[in-house]
């Protein structure tokens, strides 16, 4: 494994005293899936927030392919190659469902993604080419099923298949690795499976290498290659799933909760 593809070192983060993440580090070779888990609280989304550049760290370091990201604005770390999801998916729903996968990949602010609306003939260019990689991902993924409706709101869309949209919209940027931060929370069986190979066809089939956060054993054991474990902001244990699912700690943290 080639771990200085990204590696996180001693992160740790207090808020008003409560220590959320206690000096956190773990690998991910190119290509790698790597599950994150632990108990609610746990501070596994405080490491994607910081990881993403939303959150400040009190320390540590995060390196991704030989460059120092601690502290880069979140944008910054999206154009650098790493991009996520949230773990209730967030969308513009003020913006069309083609729009919201248009504009991430517009550079800097949103502002861009107005003036690309205008008349400069380079930036013309470069929105066609926005949009015909908004158009090719929504009519390849999912079955396409969100193409048809590609002019229509979020808000019309399923739990599930707002969640799938932040899937498309993560694609979008041509990310090197991606973060999901719970991606099948509150869906049915259904959905839960539908996600699954949405994640193995179209984002570990593209060879990106993924982070995600996880509480069902069975994705986790399905889709990990490598889980951390995480209880108190700590990590308690490394391993393959089934030395993870089978180690005492990690089954003293789950039950204690
Ligand atoms: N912005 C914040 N302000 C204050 N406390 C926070 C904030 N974000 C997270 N925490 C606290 O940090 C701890 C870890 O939270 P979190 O990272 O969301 O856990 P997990 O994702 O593992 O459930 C929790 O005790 C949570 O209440
Ligand atoms: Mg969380």
């Not at 771990?3 to 991910?28: I, N, P, T, W, Y």
């Not at 998916?89 to 913006?95: D, Q």
């Not at 969640?163 to 999901?180: A, F, G, H, K, Y």
């Not at 474990?229 to 699912?245: D, F, Q, T, Y």
Request: proline letters at 4%; charged letters at 25%.
């Amino acid at each position: 494994m080639d771990s200085q593809f990204f590696r996180v070192s001693g992160v740790s983060k207090s808020f008003d005293g409560l220590v959320a993440l206690d000096g956190v580090g773990f690998e991910a070779g190119k290509g790698q899936t790597v599950g994150v888990i632990g108990p609610n609280g746990s501070g596994k989304t405080t490491l994607f927030n910081i990881i993403s550049g939303l959150l400040a760290a009190d320390g540590g370091s995060v390196v991704f392919d030989g460059t120092e990201i601690m502290g880069w604005k979140p944008h910054r770390v999206v154009h650098r190659g790493i991009a996520r999801t949230f773990q209730s998916a967030r969308l513009f729903n003020n913006l069309t469902i083609l729009q919201n996968c248009e504009l991430p990949q517009f550079t800097g602010s949103t502002s861009t993604l107005f003036h690309s609306l205008a008349f400069d003939r380079g930036e013309r260019e470069e929105r066609e080419r926005v949009r015909e990689r908004a158009n090719a991902l929504l009519s390849e993924i999912g079955g396409g099923r969100l193409y048809p409706r590609r002019h229509d709101y979020p808000d019309t869309c399923s739990l599930g298949e707002q969640r799938m949209l932040e899937l498309i919209r993560v694609l979008s940027v041509e990310p090197e690795i991606v973060l999901m931060d719970e991606p099948t929370q509150g869906m049915n069986p259904v959905w839960v499976g539908e996600t699954l190979d949405l994640i193995e066809q179209q984002i570990a089939a593209r060879g990106k290498t993924m982070i995600f956060i996880e509480h069902k054993m069975s994705v986790v054991m399905r889709i990990a290659e490598r889980v951390v474990v995480l209880n108190h902001g700590r990590k308690i244990a490394e391993g393959s799933p089934a030395s993870v699912r089978d180690d005492p700690a990690v089954i003293e943290a789950y039950l204690g909760t």
